[in-house]
């Protein structure tokens, strides 16, 4: 059955460092793969998707992830987090057809 | 432009009472509609799709059932509810066709059974 999963459950840092986020899918198809962001109070939207291409995706507000077929990744990074981004994420698979979401990291920035 | 509501927002109902969670599309025809259900810790968890009216597929046995009595009406029901159905739901809808594309969501409806 295809999964979805996010090492880090709650993530903690201060402003200025940087941020990666582990997701590791397990789907045996073409995979299309996303990150969402759910601010407090705010609905899900999506911050960088993948389809194909450049395996090296950059979404809004900084953030990028990378695609690593053999790895089955797709982790998020951002070089230099700020307090506005403190936020639940989610990794998703696009597998066939159902987008499957991992349990989500929450991020907390420290000013 | 597309949008995508439902209601109530927040609902507080005794255990053995009917749900009713309704879902609404504006903006497109013949969209892919997805019932959701987000819970601390684990992340969204898919209940329920539909690529069309009166197609359902459900993705996990549960107490809940799901109509889409039209093209861009989702319904997410339950005849008698169980304290374990409180939870966030969340509907979403994509582009008919468009298996790659994004889901767009809904506000959510925070449902509490006491």
């Known amino acids: 059955a295809q999964s979805v999963s996010q090492h880090n459950h709650h993530v903690i840092l201060s402003e200025a460092a940087s941020l990666e986020l582990g997701c590791n899918y397990s789907?045996?198809?073409?995979?299309?793969l996303f990150w969402y962001v759910q601010y407090p109070g705010q609905h899900l939207q999506l911050l960088l998707k993948?389809?194909?291409?450049?395996?090296l995706v950059k979404g809004i507000k900084g953030f990028e992830a990378e695609f690593i077929k053999s790895k089955f990744s797709f982790n998020l990074r951002k070089p230099s987090v700020q307090w506005s981004d403190t936020a639940e994420y989610f990794c998703?698979?696009?597998?066939?057809?159902?987008?499957?979401f991992g349990q989500g990291t929450t991020l907390q920035v420290k000013p | 432009s597309q949008t995508i509501h439902q209601w109530p927002a927040t609902l507080v109902q005794p255990v053995g009472s009917p749900l009713s969670l309704e879902c609404t599309v504006e903006?497109?025809?013949?969209?892919?509609l997805y019932w959701y259900r987000q819970a601390a810790g684990r992340g969204l968890q898919l209940l329920f799709y539909?690529?069309?009216?009166?197609?359902i597929s459900s993705e996990v046995p549960q107490n809940l059932s799901a109509s889409r009595p039209q093209d861009r009406q989702f319904i997410l029901s339950s005849k008698k509810l169980l304290l374990s159905d409180s939870g966030f739901y969340l509907c979403?809808?994509?582009?008919?066709?468009?298996?790659?594309?994004?889901?767009?969501f809904g506000e959510g409806s925070r449902l509490t059974v006491l």
């Open positions: 979403a809808w994509r582009g008919g066709g468009r298996e790659s594309g994004e889901l767009f």
């Open positions: 789907y045996g198809g073409t995979v299309n």
């Open positions: 993948y389809f194909s291409g450049d395996p």
């Open positions: 998703a698979v696009n597998a066939a057809g159902k987008l499957i």
């Open positions: 903006g497109t025809s013949n969209p892919n």
């Open positions: 539909s690529v069309g009216i009166g197609q």
